[in-house]
């Protein structure tokens, strides 16, 4: 109870006092009034003193709460982070394996049908394909490099720019995808055309 209130009750006692015809205050009557007014203070104190633990108690909750929800989103977009970037690195991989695999198979190939005789469309038929599986390769190894300047901009607080790099990274490995499919058609038919299928 603030001071103030305390002298008003004494006020109010007193005037309560005047009304009923006293004009003097006994001493000892004043101590009981004080003593029990006291009591009341005290409660009064003791109660609020037992709110602001409860409020203090709530707050840390909350407090605590909020800390570890935060910790639980930190750690869950780190993973996904983690996740995001191995996928993209077994993208990058796969890209250039296969495309360079085709290439190794198509070279492998064409020095073998090189000793038989073979017409010049299936040559350059295959020679396109080597080409366009070297194009495949070409595009996931470029893709590989421009991770590094996506990261460098996300780490520089460039968003803008890693995500326009990041989204160029993805057009180009699905070009290196489409330049495998594309190489892979045309060695299809040159091999068709060569064995007469």
């Given at each position: 109870m603030k001071a103030s209130e305390v002298l008003k009750e004494i006020r109010h006692a007193l005037s309560q006092t005047k009304e009923q015809g006293h004009s003097t205050v006994s001493i000892e009557a004043m101590e009981n009034y004080l003593k029990a007014f006291d009591k009341d203070v005290e409660n009064d104190t003791y109660y609020k003193s037992l709110n602001q633990e409860a409020e203090l108690a709530k707050f840390n909750a909350a407090n605590d709460r909020n800390i570890a929800y935060a910790n639980n989103q930190t750690a869950h977009s780190l993973a996904m982070f983690r996740s995001v970037i191995t996928t993209g690195q077994s993208a990058l991989r796969s890209s250039m394996v296969v495309n360079g695999g085709a290439a190794v198979a198509l070279l492998a190939f064409t020095g073998k049908i090189w000793e038989t005789q073979t017409s010049e469309v299936v040559a350059g038929s295959l020679t396109t394909s080597i080409f366009i599986f070297c194009l495949g390769v070409l595009c996931a190894a470029l893709a590989?490099?421009?991770?590094?300047?996506?990261?460098?901009?996300?780490?520089s607080d460039w968003e803008k720019v890693g995500h326009s790099i990041n989204c160029f990274n993805i057009v180009v490995v699905l070009s290196s995808y489409g330049l495998f499919g594309f190489g892979a058609f045309v060695a299809a038919n040159s091999l068709g055309v060569h064995f007469g299928l």
């Open positions: 590989a490099g421009t991770t590094y300047l996506s990261q460098l901009a996300f780490s």
